[in-house]
């Protein structure tokens, strides 16, 4: 059963806020078509390596734009892949039916639970990372409610108890401060978190220029949507071009977008957050909003 669906009050409209937008008949593009796009791109990509940033080469004349070592963008640019062509799954382990508008899959589990959607994602890939560099004060985030419970005080023992639309915290375990406790207190946060919680907790990026791997461009709602920038290039001149990941709902595989608008790039994408409005592969942004951690 679906965790977030079976808490009334203010769980219904946590559920509401965090849940994505289905990709049904989106884009106007039949599997056939798509493929065939796809396979047309001028980008290189290196099946056989396994992360982000060797996988994928910029088009011709862009480079990779370089991310400090202990940065989240270059926490994501290097993370693990799963082997070439591998499949979106469901957190049931079921194959979702839209396999053709990604173009990799990130290697990290997506729980046993219909929790880790849309925005889940950003919150896990961002907490992992966090969690890797030892920044464990930092680890920390808003239920929709706007209540914060940090990962310091779960390890002690902290727990949220939820009553209509009243949030409140007791100890009540001991210390605990193992990975699958941590997976546990993620799991809450999936559970109660969602695109208003994390658009609260983000600051807008305001130009081009400053745009960087860990970005998201996010629509905060019910529902609402969200994806991560997962790698960005650059060609003499400064113009950028970028990668985009996310996670959906159902809760699935975190994998990369490809670009089935403009074939020739694919996966890249060209963006600008002056755009009225950006469309990714299973979703259209409107208006566009991109933020930073």
Request: a neutral charge; one cysteine or more; proline letters at 5%.
């Amino acid at each position: 059963m679906n965790m977030k669906k079976i808490i009334p009050g203010m769980m219904m409209m946590i559920i509401i806020a965090s849940g994505c937008t289905q990709d049904k008949n989106f884009p106007n593009l039949t599997p056939h078509e798509t493929k065939n796009q796809v396979r047309e791109t001028s980008v290189e990509i290196h099946k056989d390596k396994n992360t982000v940033r060797e996988r994928f080469s910029p088009p011709k004349d862009y480079y990779w734009q370089e991310e400090k070592p202990d940065s989240f963008g270059y926490f994501i640019e290097h993370f693990t892949l799963k082997p070439y062509g591998s499949q979106i799954l469901r957190y049931d382990g079921i194959p979702i039916s839209t396999q053709y508008l990604h173009e990799a899959v990130f290697d990290i589990d997506t729980g046993d639970k219909d929790l880790q959607q849309c925005a889940d994602t950003v919150i896990r890939m961002r907490a992992e990372y966090l969690y890797k560099i030892k920044r464990a004060n930092d680890i920390a985030f808003h239920f929709t409610s706007g209540d914060l419970l940090s990962w310091n005080d779960y390890q002690n023992g902290t727990r949220a108890f939820v009553n209509g639309n009243a949030v409140s915290f007791r100890k009540t375990a001991g210390f605990d401060s193992s990975y699958q406790n941590f997976r546990n207190y993620l799991d809450l946060i999936f559970n109660y978190a969602g695109t208003i919680s994390l658009n609260e907790e983000t600051k807008p990026v305001i130009k081009n220029a400053d745009l960087k791997s860990g970005d998201i461009l996010i629509t905060p709602g019910s529902p609402g949507h969200v994806v991560f920038i997962a790698g960005v290039s650059k060609n003499k001149d400064g113009k950028k071009l970028f990668l985009l990941a996310e996670g959906f709902t159902p809760a699935q595989s975190v994998h990369i977008l490809s670009n089935p608008f403009c074939k020739n790039i694919s996966p890249w994408y060209d963006l600008d957050i002056h755009a009225p409005e950006i469309k990714t592969a299973r979703y259209i942004f409107k208006p566009t909003n991109f933020r930073s951690f």
